[in-house]
């Protein structure tokens, strides 16, 4: 049986993204991009909602291939990696994705029950499904020193959960992981 792991970086006050929409948060120099490569390359599935599989269809470009050395590693994780995207408003997803437009609760329950290894979650509306179905089983949340002062939170808005410690890493750029699972 998978894992259901949902991780994303934040600021310190809790949000994804800033007030406009727009990330905010400083771009992962090669050191901590390197950390997430590893993390994609360790994903079975990824289950990404609308906006956060939009936003990293940058990394299904193959012009990704012209970057530096650590880009194109996650460009490469990243396509080779199969995505399951919910959406009630895309027609198509890009090659290795597949569109679900059903129940996503029920979606990742039967993933979870038939895949070995991790399941990312990316995107808080899904993750907050997914979470108020107790179907996920590790947060890892990697807090930037940056205030973005409002925007979209890590966690869905009305989300109640208890969760204990799994353990803190610091990484670079002064990014600290903080893990957790459900109580």
């Not at 205030?147 to 990014?175: D, H, I, N």
Request: charged residues 25%; contains cysteine.
């Amino acid at each position: 049986m998978a894992r259901i792991v949902y991780s994303m970086l934040m600021s310190l006050d809790g949000y994804i993204a800033g007030p406009d929409g727009n990330i905010g948060l400083p771009v992962p120099e090669e050191q901590l991009h390197r950390h997430f490569n590893e993390e994609m390359r360790r994903t079975a599935i990824e289950l990404c909602g609308r906006r956060l599989y939009e936003m990293m269809r940058f990394w299904d470009d193959p012009e990704r291939e012209a970057g530096a050395e650590v880009e194109r590693d996650f460009a490469r994780a990243w396509r080779d990696t199969p995505k399951i995207v919910f959406s009630t408003t895309l027609r198509e997803v890009g090659a290795n994705a597949r569109l679900a437009d059903g129940d996503a609760v029920a979606v990742a329950r039967s993933l979870k029950a038939e895949t070995d290894g991790q399941i990312g979650v990316g995107g808080a509306e899904l993750a907050g499904h997914l979470a108020r179905a107790g179907l996920i089983d590790e947060y890892r949340l990697y807090m930037h020193p940056v205030v973005l002062g409002g925007g979209k939170p890590y966690f869905a808005r009305g989300l109640s959960l208890s969760l204990a410690p799994l353990g803190t890493e610091r990484l670079s750029q002064g990014v600290t992981l903080l893990r957790y699972a459900p109580a």
